[in-house]
């Protein structure tokens, strides 16, 4: 079966799980703990950042690399076009989603989290014990603005992000007004990679993520109740019941470990 290193709030993880979801793949989901378990994810592949997937003894790092070799190995269900227009519009798509919603969603995210103690406790899986939910909790906004700034999110840096991502969202949404998917007549690596990344942004509202149920369809206040973005999220949710697997039983469907484990 499929391996896919993964963190459940990394949003190129989840472009993966849906790829692999829409293509129709068993998988096996394994946590890298931060720290320790990217020590170990070192180890196995050369680099510690996830998504990586283990097809057999063959490691894959980074969405992209992820989905192109997917779509090689595994043809049913094609995610790129033959037609060169089309291919080339999906590929374009794929790596701006990945540079443009992938990275300032993150900010945006923070910004929210950084404001809202509840929702920030409310971000952990639903398997952290209540001491260390309380503790999250308990952390003054301005602790989390020092780290922040640690990390290069300052307050202009983070209102730059939510204003591209307004105007990502307003140019997504007009490709959309009179098209299914974002190319064309059939859903391609361009809709898995937008919808995807998009989770930072508003959580699906079906049972998809290790979240509590209260979070689903809450997000960044100014991005995931605008009604100018409504067609955006109803077109990714659309998306969501079509190919995306829910959780069994509300919980992760695999008894994946807190760490990943050396062959």
């Known amino acids: 079966m499929l391996e896919l ?10 472009k993966v799980r849906l790829i692999l979801d829409y293509k129709g793949l068993e998988y096996r989901k394994i946590e890298v703990t931060p720290g320790i378990g990217q020590i170990e994810l070192f180890r196995l ?14 490691y894959i790092a980074d969405s992209t690399e992820i989905a192109k070799y997917l779509d090689l190995k595994y043809p049913d269900r094609p995610l790129i076009p033959q037609n060169p227009k089309q291919k080339a519009l999906t590929l374009l798509i794929e790596e701006w989603a990945d540079e443009s919603i992938g990275i300032k969603g993150r900010k945006a995210l923070f910004a929210a989290i950084s404001q809202d103690q509840n929702f920030r406790k409310s971000l952990l899986p ?42 990502d969202l307003e140019a997504v949404t007009l490709l959309l007004t009179d098209s ?21 942004l508003k959580f699906p509202e079906g049972a998809y993520l290790d979240l509590p ?3 689903r369809g809450q997000g960044v206040p100014t991005l995931a109740h605008n009604p100018d973005y409504q067609l955006f999220f ?30």
């Open 180 to 200: 299914p998917y974002l190319t064309g007549d059939e859903p391609t690596l361009a809709d898995l990679a937008v919808a995807g990344l998009s989770i930072l």
């Open 213 to 215: 149920a209260s979070l």
């Open 126 to 167: 639903t398997s952290t014990p209540d001491i260390f939910r309380n503790l999250v909790e308990g952390v003054p906004s301005d602790i989390l603005t020092v780290l922040g700034l640690g990390v290069g999110y300052s307050p202009d840096i983070i209102k730059s992000a939510i204003a591209d991502l307004k105007q």
């Open 45 to 58: 592949t050369g680099q510690r950042q996830v998504p990586v997937l283990k097809d057999g003894n063959r």
């Open 234 to 263: 109803e077109w990714r949710d659309r998306l969501y019941a079509q190919f995306r697997k829910p959780l069994i039983g509300g919980s992760p469907s695999s008894t994946a470990p807190t760490s990943i484990q050396i062959d």
């Open 5 to 14: 290193y993964q963190w459940e709030l990394s949003q190129y993880s989840e």
